[in-house]
């Protein structure tokens, strides 16, 4: 049954109780429906960041940098991006894909910059502004801590 709050808009409350189903069901994290202009995602508990999928990359994929040299502190750099929980990390959605970003990539705010696992959730990190990406500080499949430095976007 759809209700029609105030806004205008339509809300299937059967088919989004249905997903939450399917959620329980598969024990994934999240679910995305799309028809036509109607868009409906429905995510279990948890912090998650909502960005758009980026479009498929023909470049290749280059080695992320080494990590940080000892003694430099990129934290406090202005186009670091942080991660916002402890995970693990990935650089691609799956690992026969293309990474989302790589070193000399120009990405926009919003895009897809890595993914990080926690709790069996793939939580995608959003690009906080639009710049080149000019470093990718952490390697595919690696721990990530809270406020750790991922990617400096410049």
Same mark, same amino acid.
């Given at each position: 049954?759809? %209700?029609?709050?105030? &806004?205008?808009? %339509?809300?299937?409350?059967?088919?989004?109780? %249905?997903?939450?189903?399917?959620?329980?069901?598969?024990?994934?994290?999240?679910?995305?429906?799309?028809?036509?202009?109607? %868009?409906?995602? !429905?995510?279990?508990?948890?912090? &998650?960041?909502?960005? $758009?999928?980026?479009?498929?990359?023909?470049?290749?994929?280059?080695?992320?940098? $080494?990590?940080?040299?000892?003694? /430099?502190?990129?934290? @406090?750099?202005?186009?670091? !991006?942080? @991660?916002?929980?402890?995970?693990?990390?990935?650089?691609?959605?799956?690992?026969? @894909? /293309?990474?989302?970003?790589?070193?000399?990539?120009?990405?926009? #705010?919003?895009?897809?910059?890595?993914?990080?696992?926690?709790?069996?959730?793939?939580?995608?990190?959003?690009?906080?502004?639009?710049?080149?990406?000019?470093?990718?500080?952490? @390697?595919?499949?690696?721990?990530? #801590?809270?406020?750790?430095?991922?990617?400096?976007?410049?």
């Amino acid at each position: 049954m759809a %209700k029609e709050p105030k &806004s205008g808009l %339509k809300v299937d409350e059967d088919l989004i109780r %249905k997903l939450a189903g399917l959620l329980d069901e598969t024990g994934l994290g999240e679910i995305e429906i799309e028809e036509g202009d109607s %868009k409906i995602r !429905v995510s279990r508990g948890g912090t &998650s960041v909502v960005a $758009a999928a980026p479009a498929p990359m023909a470049a290749p994929a280059a080695a992320p940098a $080494a990590a940080a040299p000892a003694g /430099e502190d990129l934290s @406090s750099h202005p186009g670091a !991006v942080a @991660s916002p929980m402890v995970g693990v990390c990935y650089l691609s959605p799956d690992p026969k @894909s /293309e990474p989302f970003c790589t070193e000399g990539d120009t990405v926009k #705010e919003g895009d897809t910059l890595l993914l990080i696992e926690a709790m069996k959730v793939f939580n995608p990190i959003a690009a906080l502004k639009s710049g080149t990406v000019k470093r990718i500080l952490v @390697s595919d499949g690696t721990p990530v #801590e809270f406020g750790e430095p991922l990617v400096i976007i410049e």
